[in-house]
């Protein structure tokens, strides 16, 4: 049985969402402001939080920058209705999914069913091969990146990202494959996610210049991995 945390301060909507994930089978914990929440995601180490933005406390972009460093722990933000800042802000953030209010149940639950089988069975369909170019060591077993020598802790979705980019070396791939293949989302709906995404891999990858990073932006077409120079 999978474990969710809920971080929502409504108490109407905490309620509801308890029901439904009650439901369809969840073990649910609650919290209904930010510290609460966020000791609690140190305590019951949820397999993933469903997390409000406009929570008292600390608010959900605290909450969520707080366990980025710490978790990488599956995240669906729910984020008031027309505020594409606010998406924009939960990707950037380092969210997994978003939506916004108000949300069909059906969505939600979907949302959260496809979040917790990329989280817990994503890396099956993998290649168990150890990639190691010099620069870039990536073992998809053990779940380890590191970058010359020096491991570097990634969410799953932006390790599959990488072992996406890393084991098509040389291609392009475009947005809808990104997300085929590191969020196992075919419908090529958001494809912001992975713009989102390639930027906050090659910032916690040491590669912020884009001119000097490995992981390159082709304008129209998508995104390639070039095998970096180890002598760099």
Known sequence: MSKLLVVEDDPDIALALRMLFGRAGYDISHASDGRSGLREAYTEKPDLVVLDVGLPEMDGWQVLERLRDVSDVPV????????????????RGGADDYLTKPFANAELLARVEALLRRSSAGQNSWASQVYDDGVVHLDPTRRRVYVKGEEV????????????????????????????????????IGQERVKFAVLRLRRKLGWSDPEESPIESVRGFGYRYRKANPDA
């Open 153 to 188: 802790r990634l969410t799953p979705t932006e390790f599959r990202l990488l072992n996406a980019l890393v084991r098509h070396a040389g291609a392009v791939l475009s947005p809808n494959q990104l997300l085929t293949q590191a969020w196992d989302d075919p419908t090529g």
């Open 76 to 91: 669906l933000v729910l984020t008031a209705h027309g505020q594409e800042a606010e998406k924009v802000r939960g990707l």
